[in-house]
């Protein structure tokens, strides 16, 4: 099987597209980053892709300020590509339906709660483990799913939780989530490339699934 051509979207720091690219050059994922994208210009992910020889490109308000445009200019380097799979690794940006509707079923995003808590419209980042410590909730984690035209609201794919401490704050809730995005973000990519993801309706099944924990 070819390997799957992967396009990453990203705003930051790009921890999670350094696990897909370590994942990738260990061979446990049959993908290749064919470009990373990126909507702030000084995002350190660009960075991260440079150092392992990954094209990257920046298409934000700065250089294409109508949302049109951006919308255009995204849509065509992917097409370009030839992508088969978007990844949303840190991407603070709504993808408009356009994507969403040329890739069905074909765009995944991380996020840092378990969906349906903790999500949709205003949580994001940092926001999402102080609303989870103001609650008192004792669980949290990370959820992979598919995206669909909603917030957060797309089949899920994998999730796992971690335990909320009494001292827990929002750095060390973070830090402990982020270990787990990391986790769950490379396997449900592994999973894709795969052709082992099946959508049913709202549900995911994940074929022959019996070696995963
Ligand atoms: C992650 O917590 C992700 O869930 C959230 O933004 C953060 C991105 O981290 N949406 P990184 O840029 O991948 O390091």
Request: charged fraction near 30%; charge should be positive; include cysteine.
């Amino acid at each position: 099987m070819q390997p799957l051509k992967i396009a990453v979207l990203v705003s930051g720091r790009g921890s999670n597209l350094q696990t897909l690219i370590d994942n990738i050059e260990k061979t446990e994922i049959n993908g290749k980053i064919e470009i990373v994208v990126s909507n702030k210009k000084d995002a350190y992910a660009l960075e991260r892709a440079k150092n392992h020889g990954i094209e990257g490109v920046y298409i934000g308000k700065g250089n294409y300020p109508e949302n049109d445009k951006r919308n255009d200019k995204l849509i065509e380097v992917l097409k370009a590509k030839k992508i088969d799979l978007i990844v949303l690794a840190g991407y603070m940006s709504i993808l408009d339906r356009k994507i969403i509707e040329l890739f069905r079923n074909r765009i995944i995003n991380i996020h840092p709660s378990l969906i349906p808590s903790f999500c949709g419209k205003g949580f994001y980042g940092s926001k999402v483990h102080k609303a989870v410590l103001d609650y008192g909730v004792k669980l949290s984690g990370a959820t992979v799913h598919f995206v669909d035209e909603g917030t957060d609201t797309g089949p899920v794919i994998l999730q796992k939780a971690v335990e909320v401490d009494f001292d827990d704050t929002v750095d060390t809730l973070a830090a402990k989530v982020l270990k787990i995005e990391h986790e769950l973000l490379a396997l449900a990519v592994k999973l894709f490339c795969e052709d082992r993801l099946e959508v049913v309706g709202r549900k995911v099944k994940i074929k022959s699934s019996s070696d995963i924990s």
